[in-house]
């Protein structure tokens, strides 16, 4: 049967199949963009508590790993040019060892200044010691003549003269040997402070400067240290807890810490210590449910030899009994 176009009603023909078409792109639509709900095994494994506290009380903590002696920011106490840099990260140095020079030219120009003016000065007491030991002979052979008249008067003032002349120059020269030695050895100083050791013995962590840069004592409180370093045998882990946490804490109770997004990587921390102040919290862990405005007693665990499993800075997550865990 054909269609007649003239007797063709829009709302009763047109728009029930106009109406019927956009039905099913709505649902091809809605099909083709449903979110895929299949499961599918996390990126990282969860924190969870260990086997010997799943079932006890426990107080959590996340927590950063640090360098036993904490780190220590090594500066230099004179600005200058880097001239000698002779260490790199992951260095172990002993206590004593160069890290690094300054410029120390200027200072070594002023240890030559200073040490020939030691000189002139030792010359000069030399020539005044001579000249007063031959005034004193002079004056003790005109005292010793027996005949008053064989010798004027003046020949023994001039002698008095000389001899007093010469001990003035001795005891002259002498203040001149001891400013010159006194500038001596605070040049010798400067150059052994433009040379930076290492107050510890330990490993580096860091270097941001390199050779042939200028440093300044001027620095930022912003500025990074020159270098950074710390003893890391062993590890300490700062454990943060929660101010609302803390009464419940058992404190020398182990920790059991694994690396963050290591959690089935547990080891046991011997406890070291609990700071004596509550702080404000600094090390954040991320997380959205995370808060920042409370303040967090940090205690401080020795991490056992785990062959490389952590490293300084990094974060970990741990888990201590709480008080009546255990009775």
């Known amino acids: ?109 002023q240890l030559r200044e200073a040490n020939a003016a030691i000189a002139e000065a030792r010359a000069a007491i030399s020539e005044a010691q001579s000249a007063r030991a031959t005034a004193a002979r002079q004056l003790a052979l005109y005292r010793n003549v027996e005949d008053p008249a064989a010798v004027s008067r003046a020949e023994v003032i001039r002698a008095e003269g000389e001899a007093a002349s010469a001990n003035e120059r001795a005891r002259l020269a002498q203040a001149r040997l001891q400013a010159a030695q006194a500038r001596a050895g605070s040049a010798q100083t ?68 694994s690396p963050r997004g290591a959690a089935d990587r547990q080891v046991e921390a011997e406890f070291v210590r609990a700071e004596p102040r509550v702080v404000p919290k600094r090390s954040l862990t991320n997380s959205a449910a995370e808060r920042v405005d409370v303040r967090v007693l940090q205690v401080i665990y020795e991490l056992p030899e785990a062959d490389g499993l952590f490293r300084v800075g990094q974060q970990v997550d741990a888990y201590i009994a709480a008080r009546g865990a255990e009775e």
């Open 190 to 257: 400067e150059i052994a402070r433009l040379t930076v050791r290492a107050p510890i013995a330990g490993e580096i962590l860091a270097v941001n400067i390199r050779k042939g840069e200028y440093v300044s004592t001027m620095g930022g409180g912003g500025s990074q240290p020159f270098i950074e370093m710390g003893q890391t045998q062993p590890l300490h882990v700062r454990i943060d807890i929660d101010e609302e946490q803390a009464p419940r804490l058992q404190l020398g109770a182990p920790a059991t810490v």
């Open 1 to 109: 049967m054909a269609l007649d176009w003239n007797n063709l009603s829009f709302s009763r023909q047109t728009l029930p199949v106009v109406a019927l078409v956009g039905l099913v792109a709505a649902v091809i639509f809605i099909l083709v963009g449903l979110p895929d709900r299949e499961l599918s095994e996390p990126g990282r494994e969860p924190p969870h508590a260990p086997a010997n506290l799943a079932a006890e009380a426990r107080v959590a903590g996340a927590g950063v790993v640090e360098p036993s002696s904490e780190t220590i920011q090594i500066g230099s106490a004179l600005s200058g040019l880097i001239t000698g840099l002779l260490v790199e990260p992951g260095d172990r140095v002993e206590e004593g060892d160069v890290l690094f020079t300054v410029d120390d030219r200027a200072v070594r120009a």
